[in-house]
């Protein structure tokens, strides 16, 4: 349940961004700059229409299946390597190498390699994830607590439950880190992978209202998609901090 003095900040914010975005459009009057009530105006008609949940939707299926692909396999490099001397020695340098690796030579490299298929947009998205993923569940690894390993060996709980009631309860903070700083990372990477192979979606359309200088309609579509991601934050990873937190107390 919302409390009133919980939520009036974010409410008087949001209140003085529209007021600024105002006087900044009247003081312009420029097409560059569109008054509120115009993008507003182009958001009513493309929900009413389905066209911007239609294009969201399409986007937000590649953002879901390229962040689970992402987290699921950067977790599981990431946890090795900081559990794991050996393996954090041997593919270190492949880490820093993929980190540094600008996200457009991997979307151009897929498209070339594997054409311009809904896999190769995904995979190129994941890829520009996992290594971010992995850098951060390494840290995670190597800062567990041995004394609550210790006394798992010691009342011999097993690997497997040892790495659920011991090990995933410290790692959970790590998982919302990357899972928070994952989506802000992949929604904007499946824009670019949209707009530069795609033939739908966010991406597709904020290009294609580029060409025609259709401001209203490219801050429409950001607002709409901003807007979304918002709601998933505060739905499923505020609730899931709360809770992976409570061990701590």
């Not at 986007?59 to 879901?64: C, E, I, N, Y």
């Not at 989506?183 to 597709?204: C, H, M, N, P």
């Not at 904020?206 to 607002?223: G, P």
Request: proline share 4%; hydrophobic share 60%; glycine share 6%.
């Amino acid at each position: 349940m919302f409390h009133l003095h919980a939520i009036w900040p974010r409410l008087a914010s949001f209140f003085l961004f529209l007021l600024l975005w105002q006087l900044g459009a009247m003081a312009l009057e420029s097409r560059l700059l569109p008054l509120p009530e115009a993008v507003f105006a182009v958001l009513r008609d493309g929900f009413q229409s389905g066209e911007i949940p239609h294009h969201i939707g399409i986007t937000l299926g590649r953002v879901a299946a390229s962040f689970v692909l992402a987290m699921a396999i950067g977790s599981a490099i990431g946890i090795a390597m900081g559990r794991s001397r050996l393996l954090d020695r041997l593919f270190d340098a492949w880490l820093v190498l993929f980190l540094n690796v600008p996200a457009l030579v991997v979307i151009l490299l897929a498209y070339v390699w594997f054409g311009l298929i809904e896999a190769a947009a995904i995979l190129a998205v994941a890829v520009n994830k996992i290594p971010n993923v992995a850098v951060t569940l390494r840290e995670g690894s190597r800062a567990l607590d041995r004394d609550y390993l210790e006394m798992a060996h010691s009342f011999r709980l097993g690997s497997l439950r040892t790495f659920r009631h011991v090990v995933l309860p410290q790692l959970s903070p790590y998982f919302l880190a990357s899972a928070r700083s994952g989506l802000a990372l992949i929604w904007k990477i499946v824009l670019v992978v949209e707009l530069l192979g795609r033939s739908d979606g966010v991406g597709f359309q904020l290009h294609l209202y580029f060409q025609l200088f259709d401001v209203a309609s490219i801050l429409a579509y950001t607002l709409a998609f901003v807007a979304v991601v918002l709601v998933i934050e505060a739905v499923c990873f505020r609730p899931l901090d709360r809770r992976a937190l409570r061990w701590r107390r």
